[in-house]
């Protein structure tokens, strides 16, 4: 089993930065990769940056040269730095994990984006 608890929300102005953290638990050495997703309210949940044990990235094109996505050498914490936040970033963020094939996610933190 695999357990995500991310942390790291709260209102932010536009243009300014917040840094998300994932903490992995369980049997992280059994985990393939590990993403951060978001819900903006009424839409579905959508992909906004991955990474592997190894560490390669992939990001939405929505996020490139903004969202910074880093992992700890010990896998057990995922980070997401966002920079030059917009308003439209403001979205519940979900950290998932692929462990055996298995979908994880955390419970989210709210992002808010707003003067």
């Known amino acids: 089993q695999v357990q995500l608890v991310e942390s790291g929300g709260g209102l932010v102005q536009p243009g300014g930065s917040l840094r998300l953290s994932c903490a992995a638990s369980g049997d992280i050495y059994s985990i393939s990769d590990i993403g951060w997703y978001r819900q903006i309210a009424g839409k579905q949940r959508e992909l906004v940056a991955r990474i592997t044990r190894g560490g390669s990235t992939n990001y939405a094109d929505f996020v490139k040269g903004r969202f910074t996505i880093s992992r700890t050498s010990a896998w057990n914490t995922v980070y997401l730095q966002m920079n030059s936040l917009k308003p439209e970033d403001t979205a519940v963020y979900y950290c998932?994990?692929?462990?055996?094939?298995?979908?994880?996610w955390g419970k989210g933190t709210l992002v808010t984006v707003s003067s």
């Open positions: 998932h994990a692929v462990r055996w094939g298995m979908d994880y």
